[in-house]
């Protein structure tokens, strides 16, 4: 059984880099034809989807946030990690890793709280 979990700060001040882990086990993030996403869901909305990188190494993410967004893996620790620069009080959310091969996430993290604020 794949598990996924969030780690990093739980505040962030206005300016800087969000940067968060996502540490996976029971599996492995090289598996053909797995994806590995981070999603997002500020106060009071629905979830936003940011970006994923794939069993391959290869990386999307949403338009809106492409100029602002980075997601990295390291597979000698299994693990693949997001950075959010430039971060307002606008990027405070739970945030979410989750993976799946194709349709709907198949594993998703518990998320965690990020809060942006001086």
């Known amino acids: 059984q794949v598990q996924l979990q969030e780690s990093g700060p739980g505040l962030v001040k206005p300016s800087q880099t969000l940067a968060l882990t996502c540490i996976v086990s029971?599996?492995?993030?090289?598996?053909?034809?797995?994806?590995w996403s981070w999603i997002r869901q500020p106060p009071g909305k629905g979830l936003e989807w940011m970006g994923v990188i794939t069993y391959d190494g290869s990386t999307y993410y949403s338009p809106s946030l492409k100029s602002r967004t980075s997601i990295s893996r390291d597979t000698s620790k299994n693990h693949f990690s997001l950075q959010l620069s430039s971060v307002t009080p606008e990027d405070t959310a739970v945030y979410y890793c989750a993976s799946k091969v194709a349709g709907s996430y198949d594993y998703w993290g518990q998320g965690t709280q990020v809060t942006v604020s001086s």
């Open positions: 029971g599996g492995s993030i090289t598996t053909k034809y797995y994806t």
